[in-house]
Nanobody, 122 residues
Framework: QVQLVESGGGLVQAGGSLRLSCAAS????????MGWFRQAPGKEREFVGG????????YYADSVKGRFTISRDNAQNTVYLQMNSLKLEDTAVYYC???????????????WGRGAQVTVSS
């Protein structure tokens, strides 16, 4: 049974930082691309960033480029999302996802976590 469990969410002031973690089990983690998505209240889910199976390639939505960084540790079956210079509009539930072929589209991912709330306050 595949499980993706996000952690590290919380409340942070604008301009601050948070690091989300996503621990994976039940799959060959090193064979999967990983992605982060988010969904704000009343809005559709949107792509945040993705990373290739070996960590050599990462790509981001324009809205977070330069502020967020994705990394992974295949020995620990964990992917991270470092979020810096947080803005009010970054407030959302953040989801990690795993897929054989990652992309900007959620349809490329086969497995999803349950999400972690990130709230940015002024």
């Amino acid at each position: 049974q595949v499980q993706l469990v996000e952690s590290g969410g919380g409340l942070v002031q604008a301009g601050g930082s948070l690091r989300l973690s996503c621990a994976a089990s039940g799959l060959t983690f090193s064979s999967h691309a990983m992605g982060w998505f988010r969904q704000a209240p009343g809005k559709e889910r949107e792509f945040v960033g993705g990373i290739s199976w070996n960590g050599r390639n990462s790509y981001y939505a324009d809205s977070v480029k330069g502020r967020f960084t994705i990394s992974r540790d295949n020995a620990q079956n964990t992917v991270y999302l470092q979020m810096n210079s947080l803005k009010l509009e970054d407030t959302a539930v953040y989801y990690c996802a795993a897929g054989r072929i990652g992309s900007y589209s959620g349809a490329s991912y086969d497995y999803w976590g349950r999400g972690a709330q990130v709230t940015v306050s002024s």
